[in-house]
């Protein structure tokens, strides 16, 4: 067993655009999972070769708890059930670094922020699930801000096989032309989602693929969106941020049989 290295250190209008169990503007969105993958059983990953630190040893105001490890499967899968993910310094340091952030962004399921505005967005477009996983990763990688230096080649190889396998899902956003102008990509473990990055090419694309998603994991009775650190912009959309403990319980309930 190998161990991980510990480290020192807009107006509201409505919450839903639901309008009934499964009907929705997007359509039946129990067809829509069973027809995109989105509800299907992830394939086995094995177990995971590394030993995280214990929680007790996690520093109480730092949000890096350990390095080393790697992206496989079953260590990027085993991270995430246990409150972690991985990230790059920078491209070319290949260590990874993995957090858990001592102050935790989530977005409440009932409690999306969706404005006029996103509302009159989101008639313009079409939302599909699962067809263009790995154009949704490099929308986000193409960016380029500081905090998306992270998505590198191999971060976008590995999570494009965790997409084969059923665990990382995207949610896509296209213009009337077909053309896709918004996104984003997580991974789902049960009734958890950990919403990784989003991109937006066009005016509120990437909100009106963040309204389908809340709108998906509701129907699918689904419990915790993981937003990783507060930003001023997910908050203006409702999120809010818990304390980690509290995450972590969150995290047991939603990811347990």
Known sequence: MHRVVSVEKPRLVSTSTRTG????????????????????????????????????????????????????????????????????????????????????????????????????????????????????????????????????????????????????HSVETYNEDGVLVGGLYGVRIKKFFAGESMFHMSRDASKVALMALVDIMRSAKMTLLDAQWHTPHLSSLGAIVVPRADYLARLRTATTP
């Open 21 to 168: 169990p499964h009907e929705s503007r997007w359509g039946d969105l129990a067809l829509l999972r069973a027809t995109s993958g989105w509800d299907r059983s992830p394939q086995p990953v094995g177990d995971c070769e590394y030993e995280w630190p214990d929680v007790s040893s996690w520093p109480v105001d730092d949000d890096l708890i350990g390095q080393g490890a790697d992206l496989n499967a079953s260590t990027v899968i085993d991270g995430y059930r246990h409150g972690l993910f991985a990230m790059e310094r920078n491209g070319g340091d290949p260590v990874l670094f993995w957090w858990s952030p001592a102050e935790r962004c989530v977005i409440p399921l009932d409690g999306l922020r969706v404005t006029r505005s996103m509302r009159r967005s989101a008639r313009q477009y079409h939302i599909r699930i699962n067809t263009n996983f790995e154009r949704v990763m490099l929308g986000c990688a193409s960016r380029g801000s500081d905090d998306k230096v992270w998505i590198t080649p191999r971060f976008i190889d590995q999570y494009c096989d965790l997409h084969e396998r059923g665990w990382a």
